[in-house]
Nanobody, 121 residues
Framework: QVQLVESGGGLVQPGGSLRLSCAAS????????MGWYRQAPGKQRELVAG???????NYADSVKDRFTVSRDNAKNTVYLQLNSLKPDDTAVYYC???????????????WGRGTQVTVSS
């Protein structure tokens, strides 16, 4: 059974920083793209940042130059460094990954349960 588990959320003041982690576990053969989405109350879930297996990255315009996505393929883990946080960044942050599980013939898309990030003074 493949799982994605996020950690690192919390309450931070405007201008502060957080680092989110998402570890994939289970019978994993290979992981392709990984990424982070977020969903604020009353809004649709949106892509924040993505990273390919080769390290290529893409970001939402609203977080460029403030957030950095990275991954450790040996640990099946993706990270999101959040700097210069704003109240508008308040949301539940979800990890997402395309994973080929052992014994499966194709990649499947998985979601974590989310971690709350609250930016407030």
């Amino acid at each position: 059974q493949v799982q994605l588990v996020e950690s690192g959320g919390g309450l931070v003041q405007p201008g502060g920083s957080l680092r989110l982690s998402c570890a994939a576990s289970g019978s994993i053969f290979s992981i392709n793209a990984m990424g982070w989405y977020r969903q604020a109350p009353g809004k649709q879930r949106e892509l924040v940042a993505g990273i390919t297996s080769g390290g290529g990255t893409n970001y939402a315009d609203s977080v460029k130059d403030r957030f950095t996505v990275s991954r450790d393929n040996a640990k099946n883990t993706v990270y999101l460094q959040l700097n210069s946080l704003k109240p508008d960044d308040t949301a539940v942050y979800y990890c997402n990954a395309d994973i080929l599980a052992a014994g499966w013939a194709r990649y499947m898309n998985y979601w974590g349960r989310g971690t709350q990030v609250t930016v407030s003074s």
